[in-house]
Each structure stands twice: as structure tokens, then as C-alpha cells.
């Protein structure tokens, strides 16, 4: 792992997420750029240093530049408290929107990871709306990590793969062998059983025994659990277990597609107390 990207907003997840991103970058040695995307409420010059060009509303204007400049000192001593670490550490502050700042910084750097924190989201709001944390993972060509709560990675001892464990997820096992590897974490490979996709024991343990073999994967239980959705079996799993982290694919699904079938992986993102690992399968 060479670079990990934490999007930062100032929040009490965003401070969590960083936290975790600290100790992971201290572990695998990895570049750490935090990055700050400013919000504009209205049509402004600006340029990447920060300076900002206004026109229009007078009140708008002295707002924006008093946020840009508490935001530019509030970074200046974060790379302060970080210039002495055992790692590379960068900062970036943008304009602009935070999903489409995030994304063109992912492709910029070319992040090995993000790790971002969530708030999450219910009812009509994560229906039509969702977040900028459910676009990323949506989207993103790299692993995702949400964070919710303060933890540590090295607290991290036990991950929950939840997979029908079909060939189209076996593009993201490099990556989630690495997870485990840098956390020292056994591995539950759990199939979830549900009255929609029901499949019998033996068939789901010969499944997964050929996934192991196949991916020379260590470290693992192997566990079917029944539930009356995957995203709630994969939630129950976790927390009858004492689950650590949740590990999962998405598909990426956007537009009418999204709409009809939504996403499981991101369902658990907003739901789960617990950090949420996600990789985007490619299609």
C-alpha cells in the first residue's frame, strides 16, 4: 500500500476516520493526504492556494473567505502535529463539490485506499438523496474503509466477508488479503442465507471451501447464517460474533438500476456501527 487518502471535513467521524488512517499509515508505511473540499454556496473565483475572487452577495463573500482562511490554519497545524510521524504525511484544501474533489484526487494520486468517515443515513434522505460517503463507495477504482466510531486498527481481530462467493468477487481478494495481512485479523466467510436466495448447506460449504483453495486464503472460518435480508444477516453476523469489521463488494450500480435493486454494501455502510471495508467489483 502506498497511498491512503482520507477526505476530511472537520467532524467528529471525519476526526475518527483520521485517527484509524494515522495508525494504518504508521503500520504499512503509507503515503497519508488528508484533503478538505470547501463548498461554495455561490458562482466564486478561486485558485488552489486558496485565494478566492468574490462577486455578488457581500455577506456570502465574508463568509466564504473567513471560512477559507480558519480552514487554512486549521490545517497548517494539523501538518504541524504531523510533520515529526514515522510516515509521509500531504494536505489538500479545494473547492468545489466534496464527491467530485474526492474523486478527482483518487485519480490524481492514484489512492491504494480511502478511508472517510460516515454519519450514515435512513428513510427518505437515503433513498433519494444518499451521501457523499455512498457515492464514494459506489464508485471509487480503490478499497473503501468507513468509519463511524473512535477505533484502532490494531483492535481489528476478526472480519466478516459477506459473498455469495461467485468468480465475479475474485477480483477484490488481493485486496482483501492485504487488509487482513496489515491487521493481523482472522477472516469469517459467511454465506448469507435468505428466503429469496436460499441455498442448501453443503452446496455453500463446497463453494467456499473451492474459494479458499483457490485464493490460498488463511486465517478463515467459514460460517452459513440465515437472516430474512443479507444486509441484516450480515449486520446480525457481526454483532452475534463480536464482528470487528465488515468486508464486502459492490456493484457500482447508478440511475434506474440503483434505484430498483439498491445496494446491499451500501445499506451496511449506513446501518453498521461497526467500519465497513468496500471494493467496487469491475464489470
Not at 477559507?68 to 514515522?86: C, L
Not at 509521509?88 to 466534496?98: D, M, Q
Not at 485486496?175 to 448469507?192: D, G, R, S, T
Request: charged share 25%.
Amino acid at each position: 500500500m502506498k497511498t491512503i487518502l482520507v477526505p476530511f471535513d472537520f467532524s467528529e467521524e471525519a476526526e475518527n476516520a483520521f485517527a484509524f488512517a494515522k495508525e494504518l499509515a504508521t503500520i504499512t508505511q503509507a503515503h497519508l493526504k488528508l484533503l478538505h473540499v470547501i463548498e461554495i454556496p455561490t458562482a466564486q473565483n478561486f485558485n488552489t492556494t486558496g485565494e478566492v475572487g468574490l462577486g455578488g452577495d457581500d455577506i456570502n463573500n465574508i463568509f466564504v473567505i473567513e471560512l477559507v482562511e480558519k480552514r487554512k490554519k486549521q490545517i497548517k497545524a494539523i501538518e504541524e502535529e504531523s510533520k515529526d510521524k514515522a510516515y509521509k504525511f500531504s494536505t489538500k484544501l479545494t473547492f468545489g463539490n466534496p464527491y467530485a474533489g474526492i474523486s478527482n484526487e483518487v485519480a490524481e494520486i492514484k489512492a491504494d485506499l480511502i478511508i472517510m468517515g460516515s454519519k450514515g443515513s435512513s428513510g427518505l434522505e437515503e433513498l433519494l438523496i444518499g451521501s457523499n460517503t455512498e457515492k464514494v463507495v459506489r464508485h471509487a477504482t480503490c478499497p473503501v474503509i468507513t468509519i463511524k466510531g473512535a477505533i484502532s486498527p490494531k483492535s481489528i481481530k476478526s472480519i466478516i466477508f459477506a459473498s455469495d462467493f461467485t468468480k465475479e468477487n475474485e477480483a477484490i481478494i488481493p485486496h482483501l488479503k492485504k487488509l487482513q495481512a496489515n491487521v493481523h485479523a482472522q477472516l469469517h466467510l459467511v454465506k448469507i442465507n435468505t428466503p429469496n436466495s436460499f441455498e442448501s448447506s453443503r452446496e455453500s460449504f463446497s463453494k467456499i471451501k473451492s474459494f479458499v483453495d483457490k485464493h490460498k486464503l488463511d486465517d478463515v472460518k467459514v460460517e452459513i447464517y440465515n437472516s430474512d435480508s443479507e444486509e441484516d444477516g450480515i449486520i446480525q453476523y457481526a454483532e452475534d460474533n463480536n464482528i470487528d469489521m465488515i468486508a464486502m463488494a459492490t456493484h457500482g450500480r447508478t440511475g434506474f438500476m440503483h434505484l430498483l435493486s439498491g445496494s446491499i454494501a451500501e445499506d451496511v455502510v449506513n446501518h453498521s456501527k461497526r467500519p465497513v471495508w468496500t471494493m467496487k467489483i469491475k464489470k
